[in-house]
């Protein structure tokens, strides 16, 4: 039995994939009931739980949510390209499919497309009740989307809409949210409409060391 679990586990693990394209079949409330159960059992800072949720399902709100987020990565994206980094960092792409791909993230695609999700989780931290806010945040939603994806469901973490602090200000009007509370990040959800190849990791010898930087922990 305990065998069972620990391989079921990880076949969540392994095969959650961030997701950018959804159906529109809509997400049952007992599953959002659930997804959140499982948020707010995550780890923190001293039991502080500063975490606050949003729950949008609104189209209105999700198409809103969406423009500002792709205008906020087309504008990032496009200083990047304007001070060479953008170039760099693709540099290992062939000419041809990097145009398309800098084209994309000019003009908003990698943050846009959370305005087409039929939920969207708006995950926010009340910084006077907690140490650790942003950490508290990250392992809340950590749990969220892993089981997002036990259920079947496809998931996106995106700090396109609340990174800048002039989008923060928009995503706050937007979702009526105080002063005194900060909006982390955003989780769009929804039951995939793509398939992606998982994404290549770094060999693990490569990365984990024993007792000391560089001191290799796994040996030939």
């Known amino acids: 039995m305990e065998e069972a679990r620990v391989k079921y586990v990880m076949e969540v693990i392994r095969e959650r994939r961030s997701i950018r394209k959804y159906k529109k079949t809509p997400i049952p409330d007992e599953i959002i009931h659930r997804l959140l159960e499982a948020a707010v059992l995550a780890p923190n800072g001293e039991n502080f739980q500063p975490w606050r949720f949003i729950v949008i399902k609104d189209k209105?709100?999700?198409k809103s949510i969406g423009v500002i987020s792709a205008r906020a990565s087309g504008?990032?994206?496009?200083?990047?390209?304007l001070s060479g980094k953008l170039e760099k960092r693709?540099?290992?792409i062939p000419p041809e499919k990097k145009k398309l791909v800098i084209k994309k993230?000019?003009?908003?695609?990698?943050s846009g497309f959370v305005g087409t999700a039929p939920l969207i989780i708006a995950v926010c931290n009340v910084p006077a009740e907690g140490?650790?806010?942003p950490w508290d945040c990250a392992a809340?939603?950590?749990?969220l989307i892993l089981l997002a994806q036990s259920y079947g469901l496809g998931t996106c973490w995106v700090i396109g809409p609340t990174k800048d602090p002039r989008d923060q200000v928009k995503m706050k009007a937007l979702l009526n949210v105080p002063d005194d509370a900060h909006i982390q990040y955003v989780i769009s959800i929804g039951y995939p409409d793509e398939s992606p190849n998982p994404r290549p990791r770094k060999p693990m010898k490569d990365i984990v060391f024993?007792?000391?930087?560089?001191?290799p922990y796994y040996r030939e």
């Open 210 to 215: 024993s007792e000391r930087y560089n001191e």
């Open 75 to 81: 504008r990032r994206f496009l200083q990047e390209f």
């Open 131 to 133: 140490i650790d806010t």
């Open 90 to 92: 693709l540099g290992g």
């Open 105 to 110: 993230m000019i003009e908003g695609g990698v």
């Open 60 to 62: 209105n709100t999700i």
């Open 140 to 143: 809340a939603t950590e749990n």
